[in-house]
């Protein structure tokens, strides 16, 4: 659609701020507008880089599609829009699929940037096969739902690599203990960041640590070896 602005998706450090690249610096100085999951979050990184391209309206889970409208307006009236998440890439377990679907759907171009995510060095510092993997987002937050997917699990020979809270952590792996108890697992906890942790083994042996700590804090990835 000519006189159309484009829509850069940026992602963003998901722990050290040294991590985000020099393209998505750029794009978020020369964007027209940005629009974060969470302004205050993302204020750190812009003063850190001193970027002052201004803010639309918070675009985070809840609200995605009913700000989707005024989004496409700008983007439609020549403004060139930045996407940015709380950290990582957006979409990829963040908000921002909606209003790329629907920006494309109306022929505005979108420009998806390379850049941080939590998968990639998780996988890698599992130490398991790396291909072929699967990313599953997060189990089901259900104890039924959650059984049965984990019993879904037990011929998947792939890699599989999941986000998880710190609040359910306890719960997932105990399903895991039951349903794949000899499956090694690695848990990886605020990666990039100054108490980054990798923890290996089975389920009943990372239970077996977690419970010894007063709490578990952090950002977790939990990566699951495959059958065979």
Not at 17 to 23: A, V, Y
Not at 45 to 61: M, V
Not at 149 to 167: D, G, I, M, Q, W
């Amino acid at each position: 659609m000519a006189g159309t602005g484009k829509l850069y998706v940026c992602p963003t450090p998901i722990g050290n701020l040294e991590d985000i690249t020099l393209r998505a610096i750029r794009a978020l100085r020369e964007a027209d507008l940005i629009v974060a999951e969470d302004t205050r979050r993302s204020r750190i990184l812009l003063r850190r880089y001193n970027i002052k391209t201004p803010f639309t309206s918070s675009y985070y889970k809840g609200v995605e599609r009913e700000r989707i409208g005024e989004i496409i307006k700008l983007l439609e009236e020549g403004k060139d829009i930045a996407l940015i998440s709380d950290a990582g890439t957006p979409l990829i377990a963040d908000p921002g699929y909606p209003l790329v679907r629907e920006a494309l759907a109306r022929g505005i171009e979108v420009v998806a940037l390379p850049g941080p995510t939590a998968i990639i060095p998780a996988l890698i510092l599992s130490g398991f096969p790396p291909y072929p993997f699967i990313f599953d987002g997060a189990p089901p937050k259900k104890e039924k739902k959650r059984r049965e997917y984990f019993a879904s699990l037990r011929e998947e020979r792939r890699t599989v690599v999941l986000y998880e809270s710190p609040h359910r952590i306890l719960k997932t792996l105990e399903t895991i203990a039951d349903e794949l108890p000899e499956r090694e697992l690695a848990l990886c906890r605020e990666l990039t960041k100054l108490h980054e942790e990798v923890l290996r083994g089975t389920a009943a042996e990372l239970l077996e640590e977690l419970r010894r700590r007063e709490r578990v804090k952090g950002e977790l990835v939990l990566v699951i070896r495959g059958a065979g």
